[in-house]
């Protein structure tokens, strides 16, 4: 009995739930979340050097940065970000544009109070004011302004410098093991429907050439014979006209 109800609610589940979203649920299942990130108290943060508005969390062992109104923390290759520091994480496809002017030793230089040879008197904003005034910084580019960051005597890199560091950056992190191992865990189905694409575009347009070719063809030949029939229908009643005048 408990069998014969089982099976019936599962086909029933079967015949209301469809396909694509059972496929869809799937997918989500298979893309874990990180784990949750204890506080005893809203984290304090810093801002980075040589950056516009990223602030990361540097009392704790992984990387919690916020940036753009939004948390963000890298997890098994892959990213997460949430509108709370310790919670509501959702999956992130991208990398996001503001890691890679993130320094890499950036926690060996907090723990020196030393960045590149010069005093660090970093800054700690409390999670309060972060959020009472993040877009007014990020918008009116406060900190790259000030051009400092709490460094003592120190000169802001060039605009060049800065680009060719974050494509390094972004070299060095593609080349990282668990984010390799993240690109070969990625569905064949992408590939699948990139190769299908193609073919359905060229095939599409075959059959319109030639209808338009048969109504171009038609169009001379109905032309060409509407004035045969108006021509002879004329003349027998000029030529009787004709005769009687002469008459």
Same mark, same amino acid.
């Given at each position: ?7 019936? &609610?599962l086909l &029933?589940?079967?015949?209301v739930?469809?396909v694509?979203i059972?496929? /869809?649920?799937?997918i989500?299942?298979n ?5 949750? *990130? *204890?506080f $005893? &108290?809203?984290p304090d943060?810093?801002?980075?050097? %040589?950056?516009?508005s990223v ?5 704790i062992d992984?990387d919690l940065?916020?940036?753009n109104?939004w948390? @963000? ?5 892959? @990213?997460?970000?949430?509108? =709370? ?6 999956? !992130?496809?991208?990398i996001p544009s503001?890691?890679? %002017?993130?320094?890499p030793?950036?926690?060996?230089y ?5 960045? !590149?040879?010069?005093?660090? %008197? =970093?800054?700690r904003?409390?999670?309060?004011r972060?959020q009472?005034? @993040?877009?007014?910084?990020?918008n %009116?580019r406060h @900190?790259?302004? #000030? &051009?400092t ?8 890199r060039?605009q060049? /410098? ?5 494509? $390094? ?5 593609? #080349?990282r093991?668990?984010?390799q191992?993240?690109?070969?865990k990625?569905?064949?189905k992408?590939v699948?429907? #990139?190769?299908? $694409?193609p073919?359905?575009?060229?095939d599409?347009?075959?059959? /319109?050439?030639?209808? +338009?070719?048969?109504?171009?063809q ?7 014979? #509407?004035?045969?029939?108006s021509q002879?229908?004329?003349k ?6 004709e005769?009687q005048?002469? +008459?």
């Amino acid at each position: 009995m408990k069998r014969l109800l089982f099976g019936t &609610a599962l086909l &029933a589940l079967l015949i209301v739930v469809p396909v694509p979203i059972m496929a /869809q649920v799937s997918i989500n299942v298979n893309i874990g979340l990180p784990p949750p *990130i *204890i506080f $005893q &108290a809203p984290p304090d943060v810093i801002v980075m050097p %040589d950056t516009n508005s990223v602030y990361v969390v540097p009392e704790i062992d992984v990387d919690l940065f916020f940036w753009n109104g939004w948390w @963000w923390r890298p997890w098994e290759g892959r @990213w997460y970000r949430s509108r =709370y520091y310790n919670r509501g994480w959702g999956y !992130y496809k991208n990398i996001p544009s503001f890691y890679f %002017d993130v320094d890499p030793g950036w926690r060996g230089y907090y723990r020196d109070r030393n960045w !590149y040879g010069h005093q660090w %008197d =970093y800054e700690r904003i409390p999670n309060q004011r972060l959020q009472q005034n @993040w877009k007014g910084w990020h918008n %009116d580019r406060h @900190w790259e302004r #000030q &051009a400092t960051w709490g460094v003592q005597g120190y000169q802001p890199r060039p605009q060049q /410098q800065r680009q060719e560091l974050r494509q $390094q950056r972004q070299q060095q992190y593609q #080349q990282r093991p668990e984010v390799q191992q993240q690109k070969q865990k990625q569905p064949q189905k992408k590939v699948q429907q #990139q190769q299908r $694409q193609p073919q359905e575009r060229v095939d599409q347009p075959r059959q /319109q050439p030639q209808e +338009k070719v048969q109504q171009q063809q038609r169009q001379p030949q109905e032309r060409v014979q #509407q004035p045969q029939h108006s021509q002879p229908q004329g003349k027998p009643e000029r030529e009787q006209e004709e005769k009687q005048d002469r +008459k």
